[in-house]
């Protein structure tokens, strides 16, 4: 379905003073809480507090919603007691009407009762079968404050939805503005024995919620304010009625119901605006490169154009690392960001400067479900969502290898006889004793009930994060015996066709191209095949985002064509809420922007390490120097020390002084400034460093400005026809000096130049900061150089991200370099399914 045109017309004027509301403000530092803010119920709900950490400055992201104060769910089928939650526009100053909030299109998750996940406030009455036959059926559910009546014809009513153009729909469960697959409601929310509660709620935006309109872009520049509802339910229904009253113990009534709305506690969202962060004329200064870095432009874009007198925007295309490095080879190459530098060119010398540290992760989203032999003290856990995991190398390899039957086929004949997921492994048992069964022989009776995931979602086409991870692994013997074949000592064996490979790889191959037959709605008997049951995510923010909702991206839904004939197969709906359970590979910051936990990895020490500052910070302590680009830090993977995150990553932004003009030289000189300056200070205002990224030590930034000053000195001065020596150091004619102002206020003066290269790497630029190790003179293998560029660049505008289109460039290349990066067989499998799929 395609929503609606939003009419730019009807954007409603700033949100008016907040008033009637209790706002108890949290105790914990604005800018490290994100402006928290903390409600109060009243009534009967008096005792709750309900706390958004984070109310301003919004984006499309994760944020946490703890309460306080409640009464405990009745039980793990959410009966009674439990909040609903949801998000809504509304210009009023004392929150929204009930018209104006998305919920509603999880109604199939009936745990709290009939209507409780619907829009539906007229009730049929509750009618056992001994009743219906004595025809003694009660008279039903009535809501005494309900305005919506159900007509004598006795069809259901709807609380009806309209949008923030005011456009009014029928609140009929689906419709064009939002349905199962892209709603953020959250129908049940969990109260603890100790009255408390938390909830992970995704925040929309315009882009992913055309309806509610969040961030859009208003007259005086800010974005379009939204709210956070929460309607707490108890054990009494709308009638007065209570559990000993009833024919059942559960609630029936929907929130949107008027007495249960009468509750509701509300919290204003302010949200960055959407479509554009510069002012409107300002030219672009155009960078592409690696995805990890995206977080941080998207924050700082916003600061660097707005200095005194700017007219420029760097606008930000995302591609692989490969393309980015391919780029330093083009008549105007522009800064690239890159996660390892080019094999060095000297007819061409370039300059790299480290702009963030960032990390690759395995993050999860996986919901406490007890197994039948769980204690008391363990069902309290029940739908809560688990904190960490253990993986080691050899167990992240057989998550990225369809060694697992859940992670491949079932009925698969190389993978059959190996444990069905990652949670029957014994190798994860032993490291994650949670999920250990009670019996052995009954893996249901244990404590926390064996999850059947077997894979985690990966983003299609190459990184050199995926390089670094297949890296790690080989650099552990027992996970790297496993790879090329040698069963672990409880027998499970790596798929065979992964054995055959060529390690380590560049991307994140699905090599086992099988089908099988699945029934359809219509009854036909279709084939469902590897890209169906694991499909790629478009890159490692639909990862995260995507494992944020619940979201395995799997394709088990019909999909039929215009005349209504089945065709294939289309994205089915993600899991519910407190029924999670879900992987995802993806950047650091990702994963902390869509509030993702992340599992703990072993490294050369044999500690497991989760990827916090302090551990990235010990990452990059342990690198070595690039053995090919002086002054340019490779990862290190059999790096020992105890305190290291493995998958710690430098970021670098590249260029060649000789082959840009001199107004872009200066340009990228102030980007790099920034990011060496204020552009390091963690927190979620604009300009800041998005928490996932580690601050850069002092000596990283010290480089980074001595590469700003060479920009300054030799952009754009022509190399002499000699060829250069190996040195890389050529005579040029100097540049006058001159004095310029950055578009941040940072006034700097230029001094005249010699020498067209970078200047070399001193011992103070490279030297770690003050308690570091230092940096061992270890050669690493040399890095992957020009040519062979497999671009992955997607089309869809990255959520809530004022980059807007700027984020997403060089498109046209994304399947063909994808597939051909991966497998063969690929190609005609997307071929195949493409028009089946377009009902998604």
């Known amino acids: 379905m395609t929503p609606r045109r939003i009419s730019s017309a009807v954007l409603a004027t700033a949100l008016a003073v907040l008033s009637g509301l209790v706002f108890l403000q949290d105790t914990r530092p604005a800018a490290a809480a994100g402006s928290a803010v903390t409600v109060a119920g009243a009534g009967d709900y008096a005792d709750l507090k309900v706390t958004v950490a984070q109310t301003t400055n919004l984006i499309n992201q994760v944020v946490n919603v703890t309460w306080t104060g409640g009464k405990p769910t009745a039980d793990s089928a959410v009966h009674t007691d439990y909040l609903q939650i949801m998000q809504c526009w509304g210009d009023a100053a004392t929150g929204p009407a009930r018209e104006q909030c998305q919920f509603g299109t999880l109604y199939t998750d009936a745990r709290g009762g009939s209507w409780t996940g619907s829009r539906q406030v007229t009730y049929a009455p509750y009618c056992s079968p001994e009743a219906e036959k004595a025809k003694t059926c009660p008279a039903g559910l009535r809501d005494p404050l309900e305005t919506i009546t159900m007509p004598d014809t006795g069809n259901p009513q709807y609380v009806p939805f309209t949008a923030f153009d005011g456009t009014t729909i029928e609140g009929k469960p689906g419709n064009e503005y939002f349905d199962a697959t892209t709603t953020n409601e959250i129908p049940y929310g969990r109260t603890g024995g100790d009255g408390a509660g938390e909830e992970f709620f995704e925040v929309q935006t315009l882009a992913e919620a055309p309806g509610l309109g969040c961030g859009a872009l208003l007259t005086d520049g800010t974005g379009r304010p939204c709210w956070l509802v929460v309607v707490p339910r108890g054990a009494t229904e709308v009638d007065g009625s209570t559990g000993d009253a009833k024919p059942h113990r559960w609630l029936d009534s929907s929130p949107l119901s008027a007495t249960n709305w009468a509750h509701r506690i509300v919290v204003p969202l302010k949200f960055q605006p959407i479509g554009r962060a510069c002012p409107l004329g300002s030219a672009e200064r155009r960078t592409v490169g690696a995805e990890a870095i995206s977080e941080a432009i998207l924050r700082w874009q916003p600061a660097l154009c707005a200095g005194s007198g700017s007219t420029r925007v760097f606008g930000f295309s995302q591609t692989t690392d490969e393309l980015a490095r391919d780029r330093l080879a083009a008549t105007d190459p522009g800064l690239v960001f890159v996660n ?501």
């Not at 999850?451 to 086409?461: H, I, T, Y």
């Not at 916090?612 to 990862?635: H, K, R």
């Not at 105890?642 to 872009?664: C, D, F, N, Q």
């Not at 006058?736 to 578009?743: H, Y």
Request: aromatic share 6%; hydrophobic share 40%.
């Open 340 to 840: 390892r530098p080019a094999t060095p060119d000297p007819a061409r010398p370039e300059v790299y400067a480290p702009v963030a540290v960032s990390g690759l992760t395995i993050a999860m989203n996986i919901d406490w479900q007890s197994g039948l032999g769980a204690s008391a003290e363990q069902q309290l856990k029940e739908g809560k969502r688990l904190p960490d995991l253990k993986l080691t190398p050899r167990l992240v390899a057989k998550l990225l290898t369809q060694t697992y039957p859940a992670g491949a086929d079932a009925k698969h004949t190389p993978v059959a006889e190996n444990p069905f997921g990652l949670s029957y492994d014994e190798e994860f048992r032993e490291l994650n004793p949670d999920w250990i069964p009670d019996d052995k022989d009954n893996a249901a009776s244990g404590n926390q009930l064996p999850l059947s995931f077997g894979d985690a979602l990966v983003g299609v086409g190459q990184t050199d994060m995926a390089t670094q991870l297949w890296e790690w692994i080989l650099t552990d013997a027992e996970a790297k015996a496993f790879l090329t074949g040698t069963p672990d000592k409880w027998g499970t064996k790596v798929n065979p066709v992964y054995s055959a490979l060529k390690w380590p790889q560049t991307t994140f191959p699905k090599s086992d191209l099988y089908c099988t037959k699945l029934a359809s709605d219509a009854g036909q008997l279709l084939d469902w095949c590897t890209l169906d049951m694991h499909p790629y995510a478009n890159n490692m923010h639909d990862a995260a985002r995507s494992a944020s909702r619940g979201d395995t991206l799997v394709r088990n839904a019909t999909a039929r064509d215009n005349v209504g004939a089945v065709i294939g197969w289309k994205k089915g709906a993600p899991q519910s809420p407190g029924k999670r359970s879900v992987l995802a590979v993806t950047d650091v910051a990702t994963a902390e922007r869509y509030g993702l936990p992340m599992v703990k990895l072993r490294n050369a020490a044999g500690e497991f390490v989760a990827p916090t500052t302090a551990g990235l910070l010990a990452g990059v302590s342990a690198m070595t120097e690039s053995a090919t680009v002086e002054g340019v830090l490779a990862p290190n993977p059999a790096a020992t020390d105890a305190a290291a995150y493995p998958l710690t990553s430098v970021l670098y932004a590249g260029t060649v002084p000789s082959a840009i003009t001199e107004a872009a030289g200066k340009d990228y000189a102030d980007l790099l400034r920034y990011a060496a300056g204020n552009g390091q200070t963690p927190g979620v205002e604009p300009g800041t460093l998005p928490f996932g990224y580690a601050p850069l030590p002092d000596s990283l930034r010290a480089k980074t400005r001595e590469v700003a000053a060479t920009l300054d000195r030799t952009a754009g001065v022509p190399l002499p026809s000699a060829s250069p020596t190996p040195s890389r150091t050529t005579a040029t004619t100097p540049r006058p000096a001159t004095t310029t102002t950055t578009s941040a206020g940072i006034v700097s003066t230029t001094s005249p130049a010699t020498v067209t290269s970078p200047a070399p790497t001193t011992a103070a630029a490279t030297t770690p900061a003050a308690g570091s190790r230092p940096v061992a003179a270890v050669p690493t293998p040399k890095p992957a150089g020009h040519g062979s560029a497999v671009p992955v660049a997607e089309t869809r505008i990255t959520p809530a991200s004022p980059l807007g289109n700027l984020r997403y460039g060089l498109v046209a290349a994304i399947v063909v370099g994808a597939v051909a990066a991966l497998a063969g067989p690929i190609l005609l499998r997307i071929s195949r399914s493409r028009s089946a799929r377009t009902g998604r």
